[in-house]
């Protein structure tokens, strides 16, 4: 009995402080593995259905699910779950270093005396729309202005643009480029007029009050009563308060006469970008 507990005792030591040495006779840890080859995996690990979980390089790089790593840690292998977990730290940012990150309600970086948030970008206005509906101004009365509804979106990234009553409200303070088009077909003046004139009118926070931001104007004799197209384009870069409404307006200066936008949405188009 004595020479048995002897033996498990000394089996119990050898366990406790053996180390395991592969392709060396020196090992250095618990576990010694040494690459006798720059073109096969140092380890590599499977599942039970034999795909591939992981591998290291001879380089050092480790590969999740990726046969090729890239770079030093690559997740983006082939079972489609790259995500990369991170935790929080109470260690301040000169003890983690400089290149560090933790999560802290945002994810942090450490540049080695401070630990600075990432700077996430918001997702910036982007409109596109065209107009099919013709605006028709051929009405008996005098010379007015009229804001430009019903649109048919395109793109609206921040769904900061309401087709229906046509106005874009800002999202953030800042550069505005706006492009619009408005073509009217078949325009028929009346008899006596001497002159006609059409506006294409962008304006902000306001339908008569507030000041014109940017306008094109055009302007005809009259003529013997033969229709005739004509096309106005206003571009301009506005800077915008958050909050700010935007809108498309057209003028005449005699509604008596038979004017209207086409119904060609090609030709009448509205962009917004935020810069």
């Known amino acids: 009995m004595k020479i048995i507990i002897l033996y498990i005792l000394l089996l119990s030591s050898c366990c406790l402080f053996s180390q395991i040495g592969i392709n060396t006779e020196s090992p250095i840890a618990t576990l010694d593995i040494k690459s006798e080859s720059t073109t096969m995996p140092v380890i590599l690990s499977r599942n039970s259905a034999n795909t591939e979980l992981s591998r290291l390089l001879d ?75 013709a605006l028709d101004m051929t009405t008996t009365g005098v010379s007015s202005v ?61 339908l008569t009050n507030d000041p014109i931001a940017s306008k094109s104007t055009f302007s005809a004799p009259a003529s013997s009563g033969i229709p005739f197209n004509a096309t106005l384009v206003n571009k301009a870069f506005l800077y915008l308060v958050a909050g700010d409404n935007l809108s498309v307006l057209i003028y005449s200066n005699n509604r008596q006469s038979q004017i209207k936008t086409t119904t060609d949405g090609s030709y009448n188009t509205l962009t917004i970008s935020e810069m």
């Open 59 to 133: 380089n050092g790089y480790w590969g999740l699910a990726r046969t090729n790593p890239a770079v030093k840690v690559d997740l983006r292998g082939s079972l489609g779950n790259g995500e990369l977990g991170l935790g929080t730290t109470a260690m301040t940012a000169a003890a983690a270093g400089a290149g560090a990150i933790r999560y802290n309600n945002g994810v942090e970086y450490s540049d080695g005396n401070t630990w600075l948030r990432l700077a996430v970008l918001p997702t910036k206005a982007y409109v596109i729309a065209k107009n099919e509906v």
């Open 146 to 206: 009229n804001i430009w509804t019903n649109w048919t979106e395109v793109e609206d990234l921040t769904n900061s643009f309401n087709p229906v009553t046509g106005v874009f409200i800002a999202p953030r303070t800042g550069v505005y480029a706006v492009s619009c088009t408005a073509m009217f077909e078949n325009v028929v003046l009346i008899s006596g007029l001497s002159l006609i004139h059409l506006e294409l009118i962008i304006r902000i926070n306001g």
